[in-house]
């Protein structure tokens, strides 16, 4: 009976999506429900876009632990209290709006790469974009060869990669098909 039990467990727990250990991380109804049911840690700001819905939230988001900053839709606040633990600060979006705490979610210093078959990124291109002080996000691309750096990777089918690379990239991966290494 407890073996049944324990098994029962660890078969959720290793189900579960957990998002966690990045800076800054904003989420629309479609990147939610693309997702699917997740937890979100550790993350140092997180902001739910206007579009997100109590219906999407309560479906979408098991639990947020662990967040410095998190800000949601006036209209999902309430859901938000009960799900959130250990935040820091937990803003309605007009009350962030008002405080001019628009710098929380601007993605002006973001490289957005998107619907790409295949793209195989230098390492000098790479590089590059750090010295802008931009961070390169690479969304709905088939396949990502990478020669060496740390992305954020999002609906990728397959990724390529060296090992040195995957182990410090592997946190970073949501919803990455296949993955490769060389």
């Known amino acids: 009976m407890a073996n049944e039990a324990l098994r029962d467990f660890l078969e959720a727990s290793r189900s579960k999506r957990v998002v966690y250990g990045y800076e800054r991380l904003k ?4 990147v939610l429900e ?9 993350i140092e700001r997180l902001i739910f876009a206007e579009d997100v819905g109590p219906e999407v939230f309560e479906a979408c988001v098991e639990e947020v632990v662990n967040c410095r900053v998190v800000v949601v ?15 820091g600060r937990l803003y309605k979006l007009s009350e962030a ?3 001019g705490l628009e710098g929380l ?14 793209i195989v990124p230098t390492k000098e291109a ?4 750090p010295s802008r002080g931009r961070r390169l996000v690479l969304v709905t691309c088939d396949e990502v060869v990478m020669a060496a750096a740390i992305l954020n990777l999002v609906n990728c089918d397959e990724l390529v990669a060296p090992t040195r690379v995957y182990v410090n990239i592997a946190s970073r991966c949501i919803n990455v098909g296949g993955v490769r290494l060389t």
Request: glycine share 2%; hydrophobic share 40%; charged share 40%.
């Open 73 to 87: 839709p006036d209209e999902v606040y309430s859901a938000a209290l009960l799900k959130c633990s250990r935040v």
């Open 27 to 30: 989420l629309d109804r479609r």
């Open 105 to 118: 979610w601007d993605e002006s210093e973001l490289v957005r790469i998107a619907n790409l078959d295949r």
């Open 126 to 129: 790479l590089e590059e974009v």
């Open 34 to 42: 693309d997702l699917g049911r997740a937890s979100f840690r550790c």
């Open 97 to 99: 709006i008002r405080a």
